[in-house]
């Protein structure tokens, strides 16, 4: 990941690094020094380097207009410190031994940035991710979101009334919504939301992110503005005890809960991957594992195997991938946003499956048929 972008002699100093210890120092596409994993994973580091430039020198025994260039060696000197947990580097440069710049950077500041590299993870291969690709083919036209709201509109009217349909699109809206205000909290520019028949609904910006959290708080507000409708239209269903709402409240989290599903490119795979990415040691990952395990254990005594069936196979992908996570150019998450970040996805998660138990008692066949597909 880029920790620092820095203006030297016309070029941008830029150095990555990994919370595996190595860190790369480049002058523009140059690399000028490294430092190997097995050195040191956080601390201080010093970088030396040598750069050189023309320079022009008149000389007095030659005639006026001609002159003399020559390179020139700069010797300099890069003193890096770094925290990655909570996250914090602070960097002092030389040229010459004489320090021209020295500053402090914290999580916030790499927020802010526009990577001039990223190294890009391998995707792979999902009928959620063509239908993401064939989506951004299209993106530029504006008709597609007309197209495609129509579609889904006439697919859920398919399988419920048009009444009920348009309802549950707003559900949808309101979800990725969600997702719309985080990217913009973090100011980030989007491009609109698309909606996606039997499959819900797309965010769009083309800009990267930079932290783990981001990627969180991205993720989890989808299915957070979506249990924030399923409680109002829980509170609509008391106040009329009307089945309408009922039924939108309980298929609105039902929805929002496969979401939460720990699979890629679901929201869930991405906030689980990015809170177990953030672990750096292999206590972290055996915490993780069972925790897992017991979400999966506690999935079957409830009777929701297909969601306890679905959690353990994204748990094993996750924990698979594990030893990538010095890959990412994304900045981990600290500590603190590690338990933050887990315990607003299990408590959305347990919100949203009391919503589904609530309806499923009250008797009607309707209402229960989110609680018998979690349990199939």
């Known amino acids: 990941m880029e920790l620092l972008q820095i203006p030297h002699f016309g070029k941008i100093l830029r150095l990555e690094?990994?919370?595996?210890?190595?860190?790369?120092?480049?002058?523009?596409?140059?690399?000028?020094?490294?430092?190997?994993?097995?050195?040191?994973?956080?601390?201080?580091?010093t970088h030396h380097f040598q750069l050189f430039q023309q320079q022009t020198i008149k000389a007095s025994d030659i005639p006026q207009d001609d002159v003399i260039t020559e390179k020139v060696a700069i010797d300099c000197k890069l003193d890096v410190y770094i925290i990655w947990q909570p996250f914090l580097v602070s960097y002092s440069l030389y040229v010459d031994d004489q320090l021209i710049e020295e500053r402090t950077r914290n999580e916030k500041d790499i927020e802010q940035q526009t990577p001039i590299k990223i190294n890009q993870e391998p995707k792979k291969l999902s009928l959620l991710g063509l239908g993401s690709l064939a989506l951004k083919l299209f993106k530029s036209a504006k008709i597609i979101k007309v197209v495609l709201a129509g579609a889904s509109i006439a697919?859920?009217?398919?399988?419920?009334?048009?009444?009920?349909?348009?309802?549950?699109?707003?559900?949808?809206v309101f979800h990725e919504y969600g997702h719309i205000r985080a990217m913009k909290y973090f100011g980030m520019k989007t491009k609109g939301i698309y909606l996606i028949p039997f499959i819900g609904g797309l965010a769009v910006t083309d800009q990267k992110i930079n932290t783990r959290?981001?990627?969180v708080v991205i993720s989890i507000m989808g299915p957070t503005f979506?249990?924030?409708?399923?409680?109002?239209?829980?509170?609509?269903?008391?106040?009329?005890?009307?089945?309408?709402?009922?039924?939108?409240?309980?298929?609105?989290?039902?929805?929002?809960?496969f979401n939460l599903l720990p699979i890629l490119p679901l929201d869930g795979g991405h906030i689980l991957k990015s809170i177990t990415f953030s672990m750096n040691s292999l206590v972290g990952l055996l915490a993780c594992v069972v925790t897992a395990l017991a979400g999966v254990l506690v999935s079957y005594q409830l009777g929701l195997a297909l969601l306890g069936f679905l959690l353990l196979i994204g748990s094993v992908e996750i924990v698979l991938e594990w030893r990538t996570r010095f890959n990412s150019h994304l900045l981990p998450l600290d500590r603190y946003g590690q338990?933050?970040?887990?315990?607003?996805?299990?408590l959305t998660v347990g919100a949203l499956i009391a919503i589904i138990f609530y309806f499923a008692k009250s008797g009607d066949q309707l209402l229960s048929l989110p609680l018998i597909i979690l349990g199939s």
């Open 17 to 45: 690094a990994s919370m595996a210890g190595w860190q790369q120092l480049y002058w523009g596409d140059q690399l000028v020094s490294q430092i190997t994993a097995s050195e040191s994973a956080q601390g201080n580091t």
């Open 155 to 172: 697919a859920y009217s398919w399988f419920f009334s048009f009444q009920f349909a348009m309802a549950l699109i707003a559900c949808l």
């Open 213 to 215: 959290w981001q990627d």
């Open 226 to 257: 979506g249990l924030i409708m399923s409680i109002g239209c829980l509170i609509v269903y008391w106040l009329t005890d009307s089945t309408f709402f009922a039924g939108l409240a309980t298929f609105n989290a039902l929805l929002n809960l």
């Open 339 to 346: 338990l933050f970040s887990t315990a607003w996805y299990f």
